[in-house]
């Protein structure tokens, strides 16, 4: 089961390009999904049953919300297919967690050695001047990037920044290894104009891992510490607001602080969608606030899955760009409603009542990291992720750290994540 588990997460990754044609829905994963479900039930099947009747109860909530919202399941039923298709490998991943003492630490090396891979990817790119893969259209444009086998930059960008998560977070990767990860993610997101995630990465990944320096080195207690953050965050807020007129240049393109953020929080805030139909940015606005007034006449209910989509076919809410959301956790609300809005909101307060602390593992840095990061590296992708498999794996992965999920006393003592003591692929003399 291992080494399926392992293929198929391979197919996942590289499911835009292993396809028959550009396009095409029949992709390795989509193949490779069901059959390891069937294996995994042959082998478990009462384990299977639970979670298929866990994903009946799912599917049941979303067909009341949708129906709800309205008679139209144009974007529903494509939308339960993605979904079911996550769950599979939901459903994979906490089986190799139960069976396996030492899954933490092979996955771990899976996406380091999958990380080089990628690099090589992009620099072979990055030379040559296109993607080397089939089933990938042919940027036409003057603008730069570099995606390697996935569809666009914004793919690239979700995977970049969580691997700097692990960098920025794990022992295992320590003094050069941690600060070359974090450099080649900056100047890959740069060169690729991936705003959002490199956003991201600079004013909240980079600013919790220093939050993390400083509390393990100075005893403040942490209500001084958020005084102190508090006053600084408003500080910066204050800042930007009055820098907003100050050019940023990108590789691509040029733009405000004003456009990149504080035109697009005011807009959002008082639901004032633009005049313009062309336009990154205005177009992830407006896609927003057309999602929230439609998600506001639920009553927070939400729209069922595909509820987002839908939303931004209607003639009323007429977009230039891509239809969707173009914001993650927005999607995740407006599509399941109350259960997303408020598990989010307690996640942030758990990692808020964490980030402060002089004493926290590992696997709670990397939780915390997670869970804050999220909102402003979501905007890089949108209806998209439920595609993303690489993400959603490590989500899981992330989830899952420190969860026992059925695995006895002696093994939950070897497995957790704060005790791995093999060394990375990108191992230097500082890691552990």
């Given at each position: 089961m291992r080494v399926l588990f392992y293929i198929l997460l391979i197919a996942g990754i590289g499911n835009v390009v292993l396809r028959p044609e550009m396009e095409n829905p029949l992709t390795l994963y989509r193949i490779l999904a069901p059959v390891c479900l069937i294996v995994l039930f042959a082998l478990r099947p009462m384990k299977v049953i639970r979670w298929l009747g866990l994903f009946a109860i799912f599917l049941v909530y979303n067909i009341v919300l949708a129906t709800a919202y309205s008679l139209d399941y144009s974007q529903f039923f494509p939308s339960i297919v993605h979904y079911l298709y996550l769950f599979i490998l939901l459903v994979l991943m906490v089986d190799m967690k139960s069976q396996n003492v030492d899954f933490d630490a092979q996955y771990l090396r899976f996406v380091e050695w999958f990380y080089?891979?990628?690099?090589?990817?992009?620099?072979?790119?990055?030379?040559?001047?296109?993607?080397?893969?089939?089933?990938?259209?042919?940027?036409?444009?003057?603008?730069?990037?570099?995606?390697?086998?996935?569809?666009?930059?914004?793919?690239?960008?979700i995977v970049l920044c969580i691997v700097a998560w692990l960098a920025l977070t794990l022992d295992r990767y320590?003094?050069?290894?941690?600060?070359?990860?974090?450099?080649?993610?900056?100047?890959?997101?740069?060169?690729?104009?991936?705003?959002?995630?490199?956003?991201?990465?600079?004013?909240?990944?980079?600013?919790?891992?220093?939050?993390?320096?400083?509390?393990?080195?100075?005893?403040?207690?942490?209500?001084v510490w958020f005084a102190f953050f508090g006053t600084l965050f408003a500080l910066v807020v204050v800042s930007i607001v009055s820098l907003s007129g100050v050019p940023i240049n990108f590789l691509n393109d040029t733009y405000t602080l004003g456009d990149l953020l504080v035109d697009p929080i005011?807009?959002?805030?008082?639901?004032?969608?633009?005049?313009?139909?062309?336009?990154?940015?205005?177009?992830?606005?407006?896609?927003?606030?057309?999602?929230?007034i439609e998600y506001l006449k639920s009553f927070g209910f939400g729209l069922g899955a595909g509820g987002s989509w839908l939303v931004l076919t209607m003639p009323q809410y007429e977009l230039g760009g891509a239809k969707s959301a173009h914001n993650a956790l927005l999607q995740f609300i407006v599509d399941f409603g109350y259960p997303v809005l408020f598990g989010y909101l307690a996640m942030v307060f758990w990692a808020l009542s964490k980030?402060?602390?002089?004493?926290?593992?590992?696997?709670?840095?990397l939780k915390v990291m997670a869970i804050l990061s999220f909102p402003l590296l979501g905007l890089s992708q949108s209806g998209a992720i439920v595609t993303n498999y690489f993400f959603f794996a490590s989500v899981y992965?992330?989830?899952?750290?420190g969860h026992e999920l059925g695995q006895?006393?002696?093994?939950?003592?070897?497995?957790?994540i704060g005790q791995i003591n093999s060394q990375s692929v990108l191992h230097d003399g500082g890691a552990r």
């Open positions: 080089v891979f990628l690099l090589l990817n992009l620099l072979v790119e990055f030379f040559v001047g296109t993607t080397i893969y089939p089933n990938l259209y042919i940027d036409e444009t003057d603008e730069a990037s570099l995606r390697a086998f996935f569809w666009n930059q914004n793919d690239v960008a320590k003094g050069m290894v941690r600060w070359t990860v974090v450099l080649i993610t900056i100047l890959v997101l740069y060169y690729n104009d991936s705003k959002a995630a490199l956003l991201s990465l600079m004013l909240v990944s980079l600013p919790i891992y220093s939050i993390f320096r400083v509390c393990r080195t100075v005893s403040i207690t942490p209500k005011t807009r959002i805030f008082s639901l004032q969608a633009s005049d313009e139909q062309w336009g990154s940015l205005n177009n992830r606005t407006d896609a927003a606030i057309f999602v929230i980030l402060f602390k002089r004493s926290i593992r590992e696997i709670d840095r992965f992330i989830w899952m750290l006895t006393k002696q093994s939950r003592e070897t497995c957790e």
